[in-house]
């Protein structure tokens, strides 16, 4: 089947959007690429679309357990053959996977599994068309706490016919996009670039000591809409969510320190709607496919504007109008701070600190909060007018 009759058949659009299409026809012409395209855009159809054009498997590296197994989930009720490998399965279950692998067009592991002796063992044998990295961005974290994202080209060149490559994220500045360049040794790969900027989505800072005071006014006032408050530590998670349903406001809560059928749980309550409010670390919400959340609120501050970007882009993917809240103060900027000092490379210290007073120039800033982040990912883009607090006081 060509591209059209793929998407029409299991995803159920008539056309893509662009460059969608683009970047399909630029992987099959045996060109690397990575694709820069907002949260929401559809990245992940990208590659399921090419899988299923494709002879034999694609490996998808994804960075997350949670975002892994519901991608695997929503393939399979459209009845697409994927699998996932990763430490929630027993040895069994893994062995299971191993003895199907040739039926399956996706299989979803993390980087850490392609250190893994038995799966190089059964990739040996495999007909593998492609590798995706996908969320691209985390291969930064090989800098820091998983080592094995920057052993992701030793597993690619370990291929006698060298599969196709494609790497997509949302959020990548041109620092981050050399880096993924490096770590992966691409040569003179094609960057295909969307515009960012989120127009239907409201920006606002409001600086403050007392935040549990605008939370529970906010709460009340959006009562029947779906949204995510994003805290920095698990202890404040806990403590936040514990706190609103003492307010008379049921939550779930979830960060990587819950066990995992707990986490699952928390998560299911969310998707399905049976909680409209989620209280999490940024441990919650990459890769999660909800049209309809209308806000989300940066309890605390985050360590810098590309996870800002990453965590508010989960808001209104349906195009509907949406708020992304950042409840700033100062105090915020010493916990951000004492994470950075944890971080044993003096460069990458270095690294972190320019990102969190990039962050701070945002919460502080007098213009347009749509152009400055823009700008801050290599952008142009016109002020809002009256898309972000700032624009709209002017308009008054």
């Known amino acids: 089947m060509d591209k ?46 090419l ?66 002796k038995l799966f190089l063992k059964y990739m040996k044998d495999l007909k593998v068309s492609m590798i995706v990295v996908d969320e691209a961005h985390t291969i930064l974290w090989a800098e820091g706490f998983r080592e094995a994202f ?116 928390n998560q299911d309550t969310f998707t399905n709607g049976e909680q409209k409010i989620m209280i999490c670390t940024n441990a919650f919400g990459m890769g999660i496919d909800i049209p309809d959340i209308r806000f989300v609120i940066e309890y605390d501050l985050p360590q810098s504007l590309e996870d800002l970007v990453q965590q508010m882009g989960r808001a209104s993917r349906d195009g509907a109008y949406g708020e992304g809240i950042v409840l700033f103060s100062f105090q915020d900027i010493n916990t951000v701070e004492y994470f950075i000092r944890q971080q044993q490379d003096s460069k990458i210290q270095k690294q972190n600190q320019k990102k969190l007073e990039a962050l701070v120039d945002y919460c502080l800033t007098k213009k347009c909060r749509h152009s400055f982040i823009s700008s801050y990912f290599g952008q142009r883009e016109k002020s809002c007018k009256v898309s972000c607090d700032n624009c709209s006081k002017m308009c008054r």
């Open 4 to 49: 059209y009759s793929v998407l029409k058949k299991y995803f159920g659009y008539e056309e893509f959007k662009t460059p969608q299409d683009k970047i399909i026809d630029l992987v099959l012409e045996d060109n690397e690429v990575i694709g820069l395209l907002p949260t929401g855009f559809g990245k992940s159809i990208i590659f399921q679309v």
């Open 51 to 116: 899988a299923l054009m494709l002879e034999g498997v694609s490996i998808v590296i994804s960075p997350l357990i949670a975002l892994m197994e519901d991608q695997v989930k929503a393939l399979k009720r459209k009845g697409i053959y994927a699998a996932v490998l990763n430490s929630n399965l027993s040895f069994e279950e893994q062995l299971e996977v191993y003895s199907s692998l040739k039926k399956y067009k996706l299989i979803y592991v993390s980087p850490e599994r392609l250190e893994n």
């Open 150 to 265: 920057g052993q992701i080209y030793t597993f690619i060149e370990s291929f006698y016919d060298r599969p196709k490559l494609l790497a997509l994220t949302a959020t990548a500045t041109h620092s981050t996009v050399q880096k993924i360049k490096a770590y992966l040794h691409l040569e003179s790969p094609i960057v295909v670039e969307v515009p960012m900027d989120r127009p239907n989505l409201f920006y606002k800072v409001i600086s403050m000591e007392h935040k549990i005071n605008f939370l529970i006014k906010y709460l009340k006032n959006h009562e029947n809409d779906r949204g995510i408050i994003y805290c920095l530590t698990r202890k404040k998670t806990e403590e936040l969510h514990y706190k609103l349903i003492e307010l008379g406001f049921p939550n779930a809560y979830y960060h990587g320190g819950l066990d995992i059928e707990l986490k699952k749980r």
